[in-house]
Each structure stands twice: as structure tokens, then as C-alpha cells.
């Protein structure tokens, strides 16, 4: 019995959210603020329902809990992975998040959190925010208390297709008219060192500049990323990152290839063009998973996919 999980997105309106989730991928969402995306989803306050099919309504984390063989029989209390499309029409607050270890103990046992972005698309002259210029915690904590945030942040410029892995302890943030696909550990622990002095409402957002300072690695090392490309008439496949916690790759099909599902399950998200997977429609826009065991597999058509798996 072949299942393929597609899945049906969760929307977040955001104050800095935009309408390109519903311009650029034909979404409907739910105003003109919506920010996120939840498209591979079974964390609680966004819990992605199975689109169609036998297992059709039911949520992720239902399937998590009750048809654990779907996932090789993986270990662990949660989904492990989050996959989001964020469309920043403003810049995101300036953030950093805790590895698994002082969330354990600092946020009642909650994971850190490890993820990675795939520019989808941005502006001209975009940028982001990754990593800091203090060279130890003592000048990054000297330059937090005296707001010397310009000489702080490092900003670096983007452009469509590029990749980054943000580990914990890395201070990031995305800036106005970028959109990503975010692969994560299922995790919402987050802390905000700076909100470009902005209000909300009247009143600036709430800091978190001590746990902020615990967490930030120093100095700031940039993390290594893409691997190998594996090339052939149909088809592009490039490693973007293997860590601990995922593996993410980006499949470009211009033909028609047989694969092989071999992993717990994978995660897949069609990024752009069409196509089809053993003779299913497939669109721009589409999340699924393919399920343990599912074996071969024919794509075809001319899209980018960027998949993970654990
Ligand atoms: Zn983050």
C-alpha cells in the first residue's frame, strides 16, 4: 500500500508578514499580514492535517502517534522536523535560539532548536542577519549594554538560492522582502536580543537579553554548508546540509527519474515548477511526506524540490 502524506498548511499572521503566500504560491491565506507558512507540521500550535487518502483529516501528530511505523518506527515524543515557507515583508526581530541542553533545562524540557534556510526568493539588494563581530562574551556583553547594535550584527548580503544553517547560540534574523524554506527541529524556544528600537503597539516587544547572552556562541563562526552535487540528464541533487538533527537536499528534475525512498520518511516540498511523482499531480506550493518503506519512486516534470529526512 503506497501512501504519499500531503499535507495541509497552517498559516500564522505576523506583523511583519506579508501577501506573497498567497500571490507567489496561490495559498489562500488568511489576510494580508500572513507571515508563515506550516507546511510539514505536527508541533501543537500548528498541526498540519493529511490532505487526502486513507489517513485523510487526521493531524501529523495523530499519525506520529498512532501509525509509528509510517516513520520506521523513529524514536521520540514529537515529530522531529518543522518545515515553513516565511514571507518577511519587514525585517524579523534580531533572535537567537538555545541548544538542547539549556532548553532542557531552562525552558521545562523543551528542545532547542537547530535550523536552516533555503532562499526561496528575495530582493534585489537583500540581505540577512547571521552572526555577530564581538570577539568573546565580554565585548559581546559590553556592546548589548551600551546598544552598539551597527558594530554588533553582522548583516551579509543574499541572493535566491542560497543556503545557510543557523546552530544554536547563532544570532540571525530575516530581512524585509525575503522569502525561505525553513527546515527545523520542531521546537518554538526563541530569544529576541533586539527589535530595532521598533513599537508595537505603542510598546517595544518583549527582550530576552540575558538568556540571549548565555546562548550566543562567541566568537561567531560561520557553519559549513552544501555538499556534493550529483548530476545527470534529468536531474540536479545537491547536498545542502547533513547535521545531527537533518539532512536537506534540493532536487532539480527537468525529465523524468526513479528514485528510491530509503530513509524513516522524507519530507518533501515541491519549491518551484510542476511535475509529477508516480503519476500524481504535483504544483509549486505542495508539501508531502513519503512514508518508511515506500520504495521506488518516478519523478517527472520540471520543478525544485527541497527534501529532509532525519
Ligand atoms: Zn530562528
Redesign the pocket.
Known sequence: MKNILFLKPVFKTMIWGGNKLATEYNYSIPGDNTGECWAISAHKNGDCEIRDGEYGGKTLSWLWNNHRELFGNAQGEVFPLLIKIIDAKTDLSI?V?PDDTYAREQEQGALG?T?CWYILDCDEDGEIVIGHNAKDKEQLTQMIRENRWKELIRVCPIKKGDFFQ?EPGTV?AIKKGTMILET?QNSDI?YRLYDYDRLDNGKPRELHIDKSIDVINCPHIDQEVRGKTTSSTDSDIEELIKCSFYSVDRIRIHGEQEFTQEYKFLNVSVTSGSGEIDNVQLHKGDHFILPYGYGSYYLKGEMELIVSHI
Open positions: 533572535q535560539h532548536k535550523e543557523i540571525h527545523q526563541t
